[in-house]
């Protein structure tokens, strides 16, 4: 593995460069999805949890259930489009003006030749 800033070999024992300092971004990557999901999954909890069985008591219990219900099918199938396209937009505008050659090679050309 090597470093994505300045093209120094990383072990993965110890995933900073010794060089400039950096972390890999796969590491941060991985940590704001396993945040985001477990933000997600704590929401949907607390709606369950705290919100429903007071709804579910009323008048339009079957209504209230039925718009859970659907903003919660709607939000898994289609929630990954924002973060999505934040991704690319992020990519395409802020990491290339940051992203410098590597002398080792990069990973793109290596992916290109296999």
Request: aromatic letters at 14%.
């Amino acid at each position: 593995m090597y470093c994505e800033h300045c093209g120094l070999q990383i072990f993965p024992k110890l995933p900073v460069c010794t060089r400039c300092g950096e972390t890999p971004t796969f590491q941060l990557f991985q940590l704001a999805s396993l945040s985001t999901l477990f933000l997600a999954v704590l929401c949907n909890s607390l709606v369950a949890w705290l919100l429903l069985p007071r709804l579910a008591s009323g008048h339009y219990a079957a209504i209230y259930f039925r718009v859970w219900l659907w903003l919660s099918d709607k939000t898994a199938i289609y929630g990954w489009a924002p973060i999505a396209i934040g991704l690319l937009v992020w990519d395409y505008f802020v990491r290339r003006k940051t992203r410098q050659k590597s002398k080792a090679g990069s990973r793109e050309s290596f992916l290109a030749s296999s």
